[in-house]
Every structure is written in C-alpha cells, then in structure tokens.
C-alpha cells in the first residue's frame, strides 16, 4: 500500500471516529468499535505506530472541542486508544492473518470466532476500567453494562467489515480479451 493510499484510509478512519465521538456523546455509545475496526484493518500495512498516534491525536482533540482541559484530553486520548490498540495486536496474535483472509485456515470457524469474541471482550473491559478509573462516579452496572455494549459493538462491527470485505467481487472485462456478438 501506497503512503497516499495510507494516508487516505486514515483520513477516513479518522472522519469517522471523530463522528462516532461526536455521535456517542448524544447516543450514549462509544468510538471504540470505529478505533479497533482502524487499527485492526491498518495492521496489515506495517505503519502501526502511525495510526495509533493518529488514533491519540483525534481522540485529544475531539476532547478538547468538547471542553476537556489538556490533562483529560491527555487522559481521555489513552483511554480511547489503549482498548483498541490491545483488540489488533489480540486478534493479530490469536487469529493470525484472520483479517486478510489467509491465516488460521486449519482452524473451526467456532475456534477462530471464539478468539476474536475474547479480543473483543478483553477490549471493552479494558475500556470499561479505564473509564471507571477517569470518571470513579459512574456506578458499577452502568460500567458493566458499556462494556458489555462495546464488546458486542466491537465483535459485530469487525465482523460485518470483514463480511462485506471478502464478498466476491464481479471481474471487469478487459478490452482486448473481451468479445461483443
């Protein structure tokens, strides 16, 4: 992948999470199936560390435009990349390749799809903790109730990403090698 091509699909990563925070704030949900869904499909291109900077720049930001000081920006940028970071490189150790499509074969679908659910479910508790350690009055089920809401939120955006990534494609007709009766 090109750094255009890189520097584009972040930019639209970007755009969405930014409207995920913006939406979460009036929807009660969290941006942290859009950030796993970006660093887990940016994964493949080797440029990891820029994406989670970006990750952590965008979440301070969108902080900040809601009113945060810099210390809860700060705050709130590792607490929304931490999860999402931890959910790639989980899903990149547990079902190696299972994104690309090409990895993890020998496995049952059952297997791989548990794997990917306890990445999910390891994510959102660590969300799940790290909000309740930035905001320590918010009550127990409430936290355990969005960290059950961003575990399923997170399982089923990665899978319906990959579903509609891996649908088969028609193949264009090349000019010379097509016949018009």
Do not use: E, K
Request: glycine share 6%; hydrophobic share 55%; charged share 15%.
């Amino acid at each position: 992948m090109t750094v255009a091509r890189h520097a584009a699909r972040t930019a639209a990563f970007a755009a969405a999470y930014l409207l995920a925070f913006w939406a979460g704030g009036f929807l009660f949900l969290s941006p942290l199936p859009v950030a796993a869904l970006w660093l887990l499909a940016q994964s493949r291109t080797g440029r990891r560390r820029f994406d989670v900077i970006v990750l952590a720049t965008v979440t301070a930001v969108a902080a900040t435009l809601n009113g945060a000081g810099p210390l809860l920006a700060f705050s709130l940028a590792a607490a929304g990349t931490l999860p999402a970071l931890l959910f790639a490189v989980l899903t990149d150790r547990w079902a190696p390749g299972w994104w690309q499509g090409h990895g993890d074969r020998f496995r049952s679908l059952r297997s791989r799809l548990s794997r990917l659910a306890a990445a999910a479910a390891l994510s959102a508790g660590t969300a799940g903790l790290l909000q309740a350690i930035l905001t320590p009055d918010i009550s127990r089920y409430a936290t355990a109730l969005a960290t059950l809401r961003d575990a399923a939120a997170v399982l089923l955006l990665v899978l319906a990403a990959r579903t509609l990534r891996r649908r088969p494609r028609t193949p264009r007709p090349t000019g010379a090698l097509t016949v018009i009766r």
